[in-house]
């Protein structure tokens, strides 16, 4: 038998494929991008969400939690993506979190999820790249990121009941420390023994060391955008306060107290130093009714304070916007009072205490001195697009969502200024699914949640609704099932 011809190296090289993404970096993706399309033909907005590889499996019936890469790896990751596919240029990057399911998989395409009061709940970081086509030429984009934490601090606070009992660090529900500026809340107990109680400093402070870092130590580049991002410290009151802002994993059980840091995610696109300083302008919702003893008080609407945001940008100039965050704060209300503290970097959290919260927009923006600025906006405007609704706690997939955003962003024309993910309480007496609408939501303790996720676009002009004829064709959900109809929502 004659020997077999020996296979060149050449031969190789020609014939077969280069390794994909996903055999090189191993990375779980999820993504919208259209890899055969001409550079001319790309739809105005994709994304891609790339998850930590996983390197030991979770055991969900022992409760026992995966071990992940760290954030810092998906950057590489996501750096590395960049390199093979140059056509495509970062709009935004987003901490996007997935709940791992009962066997150990996880969904990426789902749109709802369930938070568990009694069960096992463990969660994924991942990152989210909303793309568009990269007009410009030159080399692919590298993106770099900062974690803002904010410093430890001792404050004083009354020393209710047993030092972290169940009345000594909650009243209410709500952190005593958060609480401080409201002495008439504790009535004579204000004016006892007092405590040191170690937290965070403020989101303010917090921003202002950042700046004071920066003016030393510039990052290598320009800010792509900030956002606000929840990191969880431990269990119980008494857990430590060390943040670990690379972890990509957290679990929790829904009935046990957890503590929670908020801190800043710096994304950056590598290159000459802009010399930037961060900035935050915040909008909370209006206060339309006080509350009373026995009536809860009411919010302003969603739309009324975007109507303001609107009105404020237009007015700014030597600025250049970087994200619009739909973020939630904690708040409470007694004697006829509303508690919010916006600053709070701190936060407890229990699925056995009512949690009542506030959905702010924060307004991220940069100036420098030595970067022209862009050309201030006229104008704001925003749509929501909400996944259709399927069924009771059934709606279509992401992938689903993104052809119906790429259909109505193509018709309509219009340029993106921003976008994001934003989640909303499930509703079920809603045709959609959710109140849109709505500023503020009640967690009761002990009962379940289910959350929706959305994409809300933001635009430089005003636009008109497109007629339906001209997108895709959308059931209307009535009555526990889809109709015959159709209606854009």
């Known amino acids: 038998m004659a020997n077999p011809t020996p296979v060149l190296p050449e031969y ?57 890469d760290s954030f810092s790896v998906i950057i590489q990751a996501a750096n590395q993506w960049l390199l093979s596919n140059p056509k495509y ?16 998989s996880i969904d990426l395409d789902q749109m709802v999820y369930h938070e568990s ?15 568009i086509k990269k007009e410009e030429s030159g080399p692919p984009q590298q993106l770099g990121l900062m974690n803002v934490v904010p410093r430890v601090k001792s404050v004083e606070i009354p020393h209710i009941g047993m030092p972290y009992g169940k009345r000594g660090a909650f009243r209410n529900g709500v952190p005593i420390f958060l609480s401080l500026n409201y002495p008439h809340f504790y009535g004579n107990m204000a004016m006892g023994m007092m405590r040191m109680f170690e937290t965070f400093e403020g989101l303010e402070e917090t921003i202002k060391r950042l700046n004071e870092d920066l003016e030393k130590y510039p990052i290598q580049g320009s800010v792509l955008n900030i956002e606000s991002a929840v990191i969880k410290t431990g269990n119980g009151i008494q857990s430590g306060l060390h943040v670990d802002a690379d972890s990509t994993v957290f679990a929790e059980e829904g009935k046990a107290r957890r503590r929670y840091a ?34 809860p008080g009411q919010f302003q609407d ?5 109507t303001r945001i609107a009105n ?21 209300e007694s004697w006829g009072e509303f508690r919010i503290d916006t600053d709070s970097c701190d936060d407890f959290d229990s699925g056995m205490t009512d949690r009542m919260y506030l959905r702010t927009i924060r307004v991220f923006y940069v100036i420098s001195s030595r970067v022209s600025p862009p050309a201030p906006v006229g104008f704001l405007s925003s749509k929501t697009f ?34 994001e993910t934003v989640r909303f309480l499930l ?63």
């Open 12 to 68: 190789v090289e020609d014939t077969m494929p280069p390794p994909s993404y996903e055999e090189v970096m191993g990375h779980q993706i999820q993504s919208s991008v259209k890899h055969d399309m001409p550079q001319e033909e790309l739809p105005p907005l994709s994304y891609i969400d790339i998850m930590p590889r996983v390197m030991t499996l979770a055991d969900m019936r022992r409760k026992i939690a995966p071990v992940c």
């Open 302 to 306: 969603q739309d009324l304070c975007m």
């Open 262 to 295: 908020h801190i800043l995610r710096l994304f950056y696109l590598i290159g000459q130093p802009a010399h930037e300083q961060i900035c935050l302008k915040e909008f909370v919702p209006d206060v339309t009714k006080q509350p009373t003893i026995s009536i």
């Open 312 to 332: 404020w940008i237009p007015h700014q100039t030597g600025i250049r916007v970087v994200n619009i965050q739909s973020y939630d704060v904690r708040y409470s």
């Open 427 to 489: 509703k079920e007496s809603s045709a959609s699914g959710a109140d849109l609408s709505k500023s503020h939501y009640l967690c009761l303790k002990g009962v379940g949640l289910h959350f929706v996720t959305a994409i809300r676009v933001y635009f430089p002009y005003p636009y008109q609704e497109p007629h339906p004829s001209f997108l895709p064709a959308v059931p209307q959900y009535m009555s526990g099932k889809p109709s015959e109809t159709c209606a854009i929502l």
């Open 117 to 131: 009061t009694y069960g096992f709940n463990v969660y994924i970081r991942g990152l989210r790249l909303w793309l």
């Open 89 to 104: 240029g970062v709009w935004k990057c987003e901490t996007v979190e997935r709940k791992i399911k009962p066997d150990g």
């Open 386 to 419: 909400l996944p259709v609704r399927t069924g009771r706690r059934s709606f279509e997939t992401m992938a689903q969502t993104m052809y119906r955003i790429e259909a109505w962003l193509k018709v309509t024309g219009l340029p993106i200024f921003s976008v």
